[in-house]
T-cell receptor
Framework: SQKIEQNSEALNIQEGKTATLTCNYTNYSPAYLQWYRQDPGRGPVFLLLIRENEKEKRKERLKVTFDTTLKQSLFHITASQPADSATYLCALPSKRAAGNKLTFGGGTRVLVKP | DAGVIQSPRHEVTEMGQEVTLRCKPISGHDYLFWYRQTMMRGLELLIYFNNNVPIDDSGMPEDRFSAKMPNASFSTLKIQPSEPRDSAVYFC????????????FGQGTRLTVV
């Protein structure tokens, strides 16, 4: 089964700086990878999806990269704001083919200080 | 649409009692997922349905857990009898067509078994 590793230590960052989160996976390379945001007491909210043939994806101040050689995805929050403080989860399908069963990483908590 | 609706938001029950969690997916979505989140194990998929049919229940921890989806707009997750180790936040999520599309999560049910 797929194993996903995210840095379990919280990331403290100054407002305006770029936060970079890492998602590493083992075994097969998935057809796509997703990133979610989770605030305390709430369910995860989808942010971005990147496919295996895409090196980079952007959405406003967010950027995701996908390196199938390194088996790694990087998630960047540029010009970070206190409102970006949350836990960020990466998720991969549990089977090689584009499937429905997502496996989630443990998440990385981000704290943006004003 | 109001999004995925779960009830109750909080549930406190005594060990040995039956617990039923409820979920109303987003209208038109044909996949429904039940997840459990704990600090130790993160977000785990318990079971998922496609067009009301259970597809994969390999994540269901044991026979004490059961899930049903009698129609496209309603699903239940039942634990009987409940145990303290079942204490967690249970999320329901739904998606359209499955595959590389986003999952929409409910607010979750925080279950405490004492």
């Amino acid at each position: 089964s797929q194993k996903i590793e995210q840095n379990s230590e919280a990331l403290n960052i100054q407002e305006g700086k770029t936060a970079t989160l890492t998602c590493n996976y083992t075994n097969y390379s998935p057809a796509y990878l997703q990133w979610y945001r989770q605030d305390p007491g709430r369910g995860p909210v989808f942010l971005l999806l990147i496919r295996e043939n895409e090196k980079e994806k952007r959405k406003e101040r967010l950027k995701v990269t996908f390196d199938t050689t390194l088996k790694q995805s990087l998630f960047h929050i540029t010009a970070s704001q206190p409102a970006d403080s949350a836990t960020y989860l990466c998720a991969l399908p549990s089977k090689r083919a584009a499937g429905n069963k997502l496996t989630f990483g443990g998440g990385t908590r981000v704290l943006v200080k004003p | 649409d109001a999004g995925v609706i779960q009830s109750p938001r909080h549930e406190v029950t005594e060990m040995g009692q039956e617990v039923t969690l409820r979920c109303k997916p987003i209208s038109g979505h044909d996949y429904l997922f039940w997840y459990r989140q704990t600090m130790m194990r993160g977000l785990e998929l318990l079971i998922y349905f496609n067009n009301n049919v259970p597809i994969d229940d390999s994540g269901m921890p044991e026979d004490r857990f059961s899930a049903k989806m009698p129609n496209a707009s309603f699903s239940t997750l039942k634990i009987q009898p409940s145990e303290p180790r079942d204490s967690a936040v249970y999320f329901c999520a739904s998606s359209f067509l499955g595959g590389p599309t986003e999952a929409f999560f409910g607010q979750g049910t925080r279950l405490t078994v004492v």
